[in-house]
C-alpha cells in the first residue's frame, strides 16, 4: 500500500517539526522567558510573511481550474483574514509596533527566502505543487498551539499566551484536515515527478518554518559586505 503524502513529508521533516516544539523561542513563549525584543522581531518578519502567504492564496483561488482547490484557497485567506491578521494588529496596537518601524525593519533573509520559495512554486509547479508549499505553515502553528495547550500551563506573559491560544483552537485543525486529505487524494493520483515535486516543496516549506524561530530568535540579518576591503582596493 503506497504511503499518503503528509505521512511521507511529516517522516522527512521530522527534525524541524518536532524539533519546534523544543526550539528556545517556542519554549520561551511557554515559560515567558523569551525577551520581548525577539518576539516583536518575529512579528514584524511575519507581517510580512503573512502579506505574502495571503496573497498567495488569493492568487491560487484566482487561478486554479480545480473547484475543490479553489474553495479551500478562499476560505483559508478569510479565516486567516479574520484570525492569524486579526491578532496581529492587535499585538502591533499593544506593542507599539508602528507602521514607520515595520518600514525601517530590514526584511531578514530567513523571511525573505521563504516568501520566495512560494512565489517560484506559482512560476514553476502547478497548483497542487504550491497547495503542498503552503501546508506546512498552519499545520505546524496548529500543531504547536495543540502542544503548547496540552501542558495545561498559562505562558506568564499575556502576549504570549495569546499567540498561543491563537493556534490551538479546533477551527484551525479541521482546516488543516481538510487541506491533507485534498493534497493526499491528489497526491495518490498523481505521476512520480509530480508526487517529487509537491514532496520537495512542502519539505522546503517546513525547514523554513523551523528557521523562522532560528531567525527571530538571532535577530538574522544580512551580511554587513567587506566594505572596507573594497575601499582600499
Avoid at 476560505?75 to 496596537?93: C, D, I, P, S, W
Avoid at 505562558?155 to 498561543?164: A, D, L, T, V
Avoid at 481538510?178 to 493526499?184: K, V
Wanted: proline share 4%.
Amino acid at each position: 500500500m503506497n504511503q499518503k503524502f503528509t505521512d511521507r513529508v511529516r517522516s522527512q521533516t521530522r527534525p524541524y517539526w518536532e524539533g519546534s516544539f523544543v526550539h528556545p523561542f517556542i519554549t520561551g513563549i511557554q515559560d515567558g522567558t523569551l525577551p520581548m525584543e525577539n518576539f516583536r522581531y518575529y512579528l514584524i518578519q511575519d507581517c510580512y510573511y503573512l502579506e505574502h502567504f495571503s496573497h498567495i492564496y488569493a492568487l491560487v483561488a484566482a487561478q486554479t481550474t480545480f473547484p475543490e482547490l479553489k474553495k479551500r484557497m478562499e476560505e483559508n485567506a478569510a479565516h486567516l483574514k479574520a484570525g492569524e491578521l486579526a491578532v496581529r494588529e492587535t499585538f502591533f496596537k499593544e506593542l507599539l509596533i508602528t507602521d514607520q518601524e515595520l518600514q525601517n525593519t530590514e526584511i531578514a533573509p530567513t523571511a525573505y527566502n521563504y516568501v520566495s520559495h512560494l512565489y517560484r512554486q506559482l512560476v514553476e509547479g502547478n497548483d497542487w505543487i504550491i497547495a503542498a508549499s503552503l501546508l506546512p505553515c498552519p499545520w505546524l502553528y496548529a500543531d504547536i498551539g495543540v502542544y503548547l495547550k496540552n501542558k495545561q500551563s498559562h505562558s506568564p506573559n499575556p502576549f504570549y499566551q495569546q499567540w498561543i491560544d491563537t493556534y490551538g483552537g479546533e477551527e484551525g485543525l479541521a482546516d488543516i484536515k481538510n487541506d491533507a486529505a485534498l493534497l493526499n487524494a491528489v497526491y495518490e493520483q498523481s505521476k512520480d515527478e509530480q508526487k517529487k515535486q509537491m514532496e520537495q516543496a512542502f519539505v522546503i516549506s517546513a525547514k523554513m518554518e523551523f528557521s523562522f524561530w532560528e531567525m527571530a530568535y538571532q535577530f538574522e540579518s544580512w551580511p554587513k559586505g567587506l566594505k572596507e576591503e573594497c575601499e582600499e582596493r
